[in-house]
């Protein structure tokens, strides 16, 4: 089986290398990241997985737009930003929703606070999709993430089911698992 994976925030691929381990080599990732120092690193990753990883110099987010992103100098926090400063540069944005025609199997989100955003941009992917698709979001960004994003899943699909993982004992570790039964 070869599955289809949306990882929104690539950052460097530490991600897709791990789904590539667990599912040996049989999935497809698309990888999403706007930081060019990270996604020239995925650009370079994407040639070991055989076409199998494709790096996407773009952000995910509710529509498609251009959004004013914020590069930080150690290249893990940047952003979507609204001041204007030297390290920051415009992006091209567009939708799970528009981007997507073929069915998705996992959607991981680790995107810097901009997770329900993105998620308002899978509405009809999440709403539509009976099959068994699987996310995880990262839900402690932003202060009502932990509570914001479980509710956000829930109206999109209220066949949403829904679990809370906490992964280490700092607080940037907390993680929305959802699962769409099928």
């Known amino acids: 089986m070869n599955d289809v994976i949306i990882d929104g925030g690539g950052y ?4 897709c290398q791990k789904f590539f381990e667990y599912l040996d080599s049989k999935a497809k990732i698309f990888s999403f990241e706007c930081d060019l120092s990270n996604y020239t690193i995925l650009e370079s990753l994407s040639i070991k997985y055989n076409g199998n990883l494709i790096p996407v110099f ?25 001041t204007d400063s030297s390290n920051n540069r415009f992006v091209e944005a567009v939708t799970i929703d ?12 680790d995107v810097e606070g901009a997770e329900t955003d993105v998620l308002s941009g899978a509405k009809q992917i999440i709403a539509e999709n009976n099959s068994g698709l699987r996310l995880a979001i990262s839900a402690y960004h ?3 993430d932990l509570w914001g994003i479980p509710l956000k899943l829930k109206q999109q699909n ?10 280490s004992q700092k607080f940037m570790a907390s993680v929305c698992y959802a699962k769409l039964p099928g």
């Open 12 to 15: 460097t691929g530490d991600s």
């Open 98 to 109: 528009d981007f997507f025609s073929h069915p998705i199997d996992f959607i991981k989100l």
């Open 142 to 144: 932003l202060t009502n």
């Open 158 to 167: 209220k066949g949403m089911k829904i679990y809370m993982g906490h992964h």
């Open 58 to 82: 773009k952000a995910l987010w509710s529509n498609k737009t251009n959004l004013l992103f914020a590069i930080n100098s150690n290249h893990y926090e940047s952003r979507v930003s609204v």
